[in-house]
């Protein structure tokens, strides 16, 4: 079955940096584009981030462009997140998501599984 298995949250200082990383089972990973999802506390899923099955497309949103950078490993089945110049807004529950719109590599923005996430808390 599908397993996606975050780690590497932790506590930052803003202006820090934190890498995530998924480790992806159970399916074809270098087929699916992949995402990473956050919730801040009190408030709803925010989509941060997605990248095709290849690596060769990534896509961020506004909140986190020219800070994050998505990528993966095909070869060891694992999604990263690379946070840097980390802000307290950055806090929250990271969850790395399987898009399952198609196995063409493409990315579709349709989840269907997730993971169970790592907590990203950034203060001083």
């Known amino acids: 079955q599908v397993q996606l298995v975050e780690s590497g949250g932790g506590l930052v200082q803003p202006g820090g940096s934190l890498r995530l990383s998924c480790a992806a089972s159970g399916f074809t990973f270098g087929s699916c584009s992949m995402a990473w999802v956050r919730q801040a506390p009190g408030k709803g899923l925010e989509w941060v981030a997605d990248?095709?099955?290849?690596?060769?497309?990534?896509y961020y949103a506004d909140s986190v462009k020219g800070r994050f950078t998505i990528s993966r490993d095909n070869a060891k089945n694992t999604l990263y997140l690379q946070m840097n110049s980390q802000k307290p807004e950055d806090t929250a529950m990271y969850y790395c998501a399987k898009d399952g719109g198609g196995e063409d590599g493409d990315s579709y923005f349709e989840y269907d599984y997730w993971g169970q996430g790592t907590q990203v808390t950034v203060a001083s």
């Open positions: 990248i095709d099955g290849g690596g060769g497309r990534e």
